[in-house]
């Protein structure tokens, strides 16, 4: 791993940092904006090339029309890459969510936090949901590049209103 640079506090419990990022689809998207309809899902990526981005996303495919559909929830998976490169990603993998470009990293450093590897600057992988309130209800951020938040598990966090269910 590279050196890290890491939002250093969780933001369980707490406001998610609003942010705006233009999207494979060729629209900008605010968190905000989303969170009108519903809880939102953020899922910090590294790149294009991260193997284990590509399974998590599709993950997070398999389950979006469903979540949109049943309870108005949007995935928003920023990937700290430019739009060429995801748009190639989004159709290599045929994925059903559009991907979001954060070639800085500032808005996976609001978050998860960066690291500086042999590609640049990459985002720690991360999953958050946040609720129609703008509140984060569920952090996980990866201690290894495999440590990943699957859809289906997050599908059931949400019906379960905002529980782990896995609990009791």
């Given at each position: 791993?590279g050196d890290r640079s890491i939002a250093g506090v969780s933001l369980e419990r707490s406001q998610a940092?609003?942010?705006?990022?233009?999207?494979?689809?060729?629209?900008?998207?605010?968190?905000?904006?989303?969170?009108?309809?519903?809880?939102?899902?953020?899922?910090?990526?590294?790149?294009?090339?991260?193997?284990?981005?590509?399974?998590?996303?599709?993950?997070?495919?398999?389950?979006?029309?469903?979540?949109?559909?049943?309870?108005?929830?949007?995935?928003?998976?920023?990937?700290?890459?430019?739009?060429?490169?995801?748009?190639?990603?989004?159709?290599?993998?045929?994925?059903?969510?559009?991907?979001?470009?954060?070639?800085?990293?500032?808005?996976?450093?609001?978050?998860?936090?960066?690291?500086?590897?042999?590609?640049?600057?990459?985002?720690?992988?991360?999953?958050?949901?946040?609720?129609?309130?703008?509140?984060?209800?569920?952090?996980?951020?990866?201690?290894?590049?495999?440590?990943?938040?699957?859809?289906?598990?997050?599908?059931?966090?949400?019906?379960?209103?905002?529980?782990?269910?896995?609990?009791?």
């Amino acid at each position: 791993m590279g050196d890290r640079s890491i939002a250093g506090v969780s933001l369980e419990r707490s406001q998610a940092p609003d942010f705006t990022l233009e999207s494979t689809a060729g629209e900008k998207v605010t968190l905000s904006d989303t969170l009108e309809d519903g809880p939102s899902v953020v899922l910090i990526n590294r790149g294009h090339w991260c193997s284990f981005c590509a399974e998590q996303l599709q993950t997070f495919s398999e389950v979006s029309y469903d979540l949109w559909f049943n309870d108005g929830v949007d995935i928003l998976p920023v990937v700290t890459d430019s739009i060429g490169p995801l748009t190639e990603m989004r159709d290599r993998y045929d994925l059903d969510v559009q991907l979001l470009s954060d070639p800085g990293g500032e808005v996976a450093s609001q978050y998860s936090g960066t690291e500086e590897t042999g590609r640049g600057t990459t985002g720690i992988a991360a999953t958050y949901v946040i609720d129609g309130d703008g509140n984060v209800r569920y952090e996980q951020v990866a201690d290894h590049p495999g440590d990943r938040t699957y859809g289906n598990f997050v599908r059931y966090f949400i019906r379960g209103d905002f529980a782990d269910p896995f609990d009791g």
